[in-house]
């Protein structure tokens, strides 16, 4: 080495330059290993494997890692899924999702798990430096304002993990009344589901082997494991979530609030009417009435049946029958109009929920259903279920994000964590 001069460095390089150098282009593409987004899945339940992995899966962008879940049932599945896709047996599998947090190779996590884990592992993901996209709702209107805290003090993007936006028949008729079709915006009519006609067994059983029940039950209060508690079920024990009007409201609503431009406040007003499971195990709302008011003047009701949504205004209406039902209008002239190219054009992507945030985690902007507007859906759904449980109406300061003149009320906003889980 001591021999060799700068000159005779320079000439010796020129000439490796000058060699032909084959790079295979898997090294280069976006398709790369180096330029996908690693994805840490934390909850592999129903939909968390035939909605949520499934799509990321078919997805170049991202490259699935690990699977956890506290099911080793649920485990096994998205293992497999995950390994016939990559055609290896690599993906590393967890009952416990802090392992999944703690690698230094995943980007970013899906949390499809029971609402009283949403808003705790992604904070905690957050803090460990992840990404985030999360199922929707959270369990309580204080979780959700840390979880706005903390994902815009560290800089993260979240997803509300939503469908919606990304539907035509949704998104057509945001644009149709945001943009003035059906005169000044008077009445929306939300119709949300069915549910169970059973009140569920809440007679003890013991726990599957292949379960870790401590885990599963996590910062919710103790309670003996019943199948028709676990999983699914979850949905309908206010322990773990907030009934049918959280599961549903969380996705009309908030085509109701891209439609009526609210899409950062909430409405002023609340008065709901409704019964609750009795002589069971569920104890969510089971019939309901809610009618809301907001700053603008406009009127929400709240009722069940099948899921629809119309907007009412003064030159017309527009709305549909049915989830994902066809744009329904008053008029042909409502229902044909086309949007200006210097209209309200609302963001949205064709290719979905997963697509949108792989491509914002990239640019770093927020994706169509950020951390923000999630929280303030979410905040309509649990101010229905509050007034619902008082039986009186409620006003709502949507500034300061608290009830006006009653204490009873606004002592529900939050509910504690069993230890040693906290926030």
Not at 123 to 152: F, N, S
Not at 308 to 328: H, L, M
């Amino acid at each position: 080495m001591k021999h060799l001069t700068r000159r005779n460095f320079l000439r010796s390089s020129a000439c490796a330059i000058a060699l032909p150098c084959v790079v295979p282009a898997s090294v280069l593409s976006a398709d790369a290993p180096s330029n996908k987004i690693t994805i840490g899945f934390i909850g592999t339940g129903d939909h968390g494997t035939t909605w949520n992995l499934k799509r990321y899966l078919e997805l170049k962008a991202a490259k699935v890692l690990v699977v956890c879940d506290v099911d080793g049932s649920h485990i096994r599945r998205a293992k497999a899924m995950v390994d016939a896709e990559y055609d290896n047996e690599d993906c590393a599998t967890t009952k416990d999702f802090r392992e999944v947090l703690a690698r230094k190779d995943v980007d970013a996590v899906m949390i499809s798990t029971p609402d009283h884990w949403h808003t705790l592992i992604s904070v905690m993901a957050a803090r460990a430096g992840k990404d985030v996209q999360c199922e929707k709702p959270t369990l309580t209107i204080g979780e959700g304002k840390i979880l706005i805290e903390t994902m815009r003090k560290l800089s993260k993007v979240f997803q509300t993990s939503t469908e919606d936006r990304s539907l035509p028949m949704y998104h057509r008729m945001a644009e149709l009344v945001r943009n003035g079709r059906i005169g000044k915006l008077q009445k929306i009519e939300v119709i949300l589901p069915q549910q169970p006609t059973v009140a569920g067994d809440p007679t003890p059983q013991p726990v599957p082997k292949d379960l870790d029940w401590e885990m599963w039950l996590g910062p919710a209060p103790f309670a003996p494991y019943t199948k028709d508690r676990a999983h699914y079920n979850f949905r309908w024990i206010w322990d773990y979530s907030g009934g049918i009007i959280c599961d549903w409201g969380a996705h009309l609503f908030d085509t109701a609030q891209w439609a009526n431009d609210t899409e950062r406040t909430v409405p002023v007003e609340v008065e709901g009417k409704g019964t609750f499971w009795e002589g069971g195990l569920y104890n969510t709302v089971k019939d309901y009435d809610v009618t809301y008011r907001y700053a603008n003047g406009v009127v929400m009701t709240c009722v069940p049946g099948n899921p629809s949504i119309k907007f009412i205004g003064t030159e017309g209406w527009v709305g549909n029958r049915g989830w994902r039902g066809n744009v329904e209008a008053s008029s042909d002239k409502i229902l044909n109009s086309k949007i200006g190219p210097e209209e309200t054009h609302l963001y949205t992507n064709p290719e979905g929920e997963h697509d949108d945030f792989l491509k914002c985690v990239k640019s770093r902007k927020d994706p169509y259903f950020p951390v923000d507007v999630g929280h303030r859906v979410s905040t309509i759904c649990h101010m229905a279920n509050i007034s619902i449980k008082l039986g009186r109406k409620l006003k709502w300061d949507p500034k300061a994000e608290h009830f006006e003149n009653d204490a009873d009320a606004n002592a529900m906003l939050t509910r504690p964590m069993r230890s040693p889980w906290k926030l």
